[in-house]
């Protein structure tokens, strides 16, 4: 698991994309930091977290993880990782590990918005930190779906959009039916804004990333009789 | 040290490989040779552990590849047909990778990488980016890739494909450096090639084992007849009457008439009997200035030749019933 997870790491910093991620997510950060604190006077960094998962993840999730898979399959260098004496569930846990880190990486900078507020008032640090719990949680639920949708194709577009499907279309169908709550990620990331930490949510999230972690080395070990 | 029992590989209706069986001593070099499409690749990846046959087992060294793959794989380095790389990695990285992901020991990577970058000949380019290096090198990288970890098996899956006359005379002689210390199945469809560096070779054409013997067996057993080629300069045109005199020889052709007068001939005759001395004997006799006079060796191009061309035929018979 760790050469794999070592390497992906290496290669998200060699090419362009851990930069462009952090760089874009910095971004969506700075905006909802001053549309929702500063413009609004408040110390409240629930609303920041809420719309940045909503909005940053929706970006950065596809350019983490389009080419996790798709890109090995694509270019046969699959082939030398399954003839590898390492098993699937390291591998696919190595790269799924790699996408994290980004995120951690991204969740840490993001501290200095709470650093800031404390220049204007006094903002409280325990909801703050389970807010970036919360964050991470669904982000690992986003990167284990993302992955999962690399698997299944050796086109990185094609499982880019798969990833931008998972995560919105479920907005839409909610004005349908509450029932769809249950595919909704951000259905899951109600409480956690507002500092709550919320058995049910951990336990939801937890769960999403676990079961699309299964999906993809189910994904994985069959390409070995199907191919 | 390989044994492929009975192995069968199935995809959906179409059968790529047939129920084929073969075994690989310890230090030997194998060639698989057969037309693009005949299954070679797919033997491969079966016993890389890469795809599953459908029937039939896979012993590498006494472990079965599907059922233990992780033991199995670990006495295997692969080298597969595309070449494939880590382009945005240096050489060194590339290969240190490689050897991590075959679970060599942290102290022993860095002495491992080196000695195998040594080995390889890719000292010179270690630390450039593997993107910007020339098809043989990444070819070479490809090798050090299979050879890191010392495997005990090699499996190259047609090394020099694509690669110019001197690369492929330096990948050759590498891989004949590497037969002396390791198991190596290569696969290729260019017959001087294997006939150069293996000690068997093992025939596939469509999914099925054609023939497994040595390159020089291969060569006897599909010559059953004798043919010595012959240029003349046969003014008084005698030649027509030889082969009443030569008892043995079961056909004289001419072959083609040449510019400066001479003809060229072939004569056939059965597989034990030998028609120079004859020849000499009797052509000066009959006032015929011998040129040039030589037996024809079959090649390994002509077993191949043969063997693929009466699977086709049977296969036309098959049809027309």
Known sequence: MWPVFKKELKTYFLSPIGYICIGIFLLVFSTFFYMTTIQSISIDLGYLYFYTAQYGLLIITPILTMRLFAEERKNGTEQLLLTSPRSITGIVLGKFLAAVIVILIILIISFMYYVILTFFGEPNLVPTLIMMLGFLLLAMAAISAGMFASSITENQIISAIITIAFLIVPWFLLSISDGFSLINLMSSYSKFPAGILSTTEVVSLVSFTIMFLLFTIIVMRRRKTVK | ?321
Do not use: W
Request: hydrophobic share 35%; charged share 35%; with cysteine.
């Open chain 2, 1 to 321: 040290m390989i044994q492929v029992k009975n192995v069968t590989k199935k995809y959906g209706k179409f059968t790529a490989i047939d129920n084929i069986s073969f075994e690989v001593k310890d230090g030997e070099v194998v060639g698989l040779l057969g037309p693009n499409g005949a299954g070679k690749s797919t033997t491969m990846n079966m016993i890389t552990g890469y795809i599953d046959s459908t029937a039939g087992q896979i012993l590498v060294n006494g472990v079965n590849v599907e059922k233990r793959p992780r033991k199995a794989k670990k006495q295997i380095g692969y080298m597969p047909e595309s070449v494939p790389l880590y382009t945005e990695l240096t050489v060194k990285e590339f290969i240190k990778y490689m050897a991590q992901l075959k679970l060599v020991k942290r102290k022993e990577l860095k002495s491992e990488v080196n000695k195998v970058i040594e080995e390889v000949g890719l000292k010179d380019v270690e630390n450039k980016l593997i993107r910007n290096l020339s098809r043989g090198y990444k070819q070479r990288v490809g090798i050090a890739g299979a050879l890191v970890g010392n495997p005990k098996v090699i499996i190259l899956d047609e090394p020099t494909v694509g690669l110019d006359p001197k690369q492929i005379t330096e990948i050759r002689e590498l891989i004949k450096k590497l037969g002396k210390s390791h198991t190596v199945i290569l696969s290729s469809h260019i017959l001087s090639e294997i006939s150069q560096i293996c000690e068997n070779v093992i025939i596939i054409n469509k999914g099925k084992i054609v023939a497994i013997d040595t390159p020089s067996n291969l060569e006897k057993k599909t010559s059953n007849k004798n043919i010595i080629s012959l240029t003349v300069e046969d003014k008084k045109g005698n030649m027509d009457k030889i082969k009443d005199k030569i008892n043995d020889a079961k056909e004289v052709k001419l072959i083609k008439d040449n510019e400066d007068g001479t003809k060229q001939y072939q004569i056939i005759s059965e597989e034990n009997i030998d028609l120079r001395k004859k020849l000499f004997e009797i052509l000066p006799k009959e006032e015929i200035v011998i040129f040039e006079l030589k037996k024809e060796e079959s090649t390994l191009e002509d077993a191949f030749m043969s063997l693929i061309s009466d699977e086709k035929n049977t296969d036309k018979k098959e049809e027309k019933r």
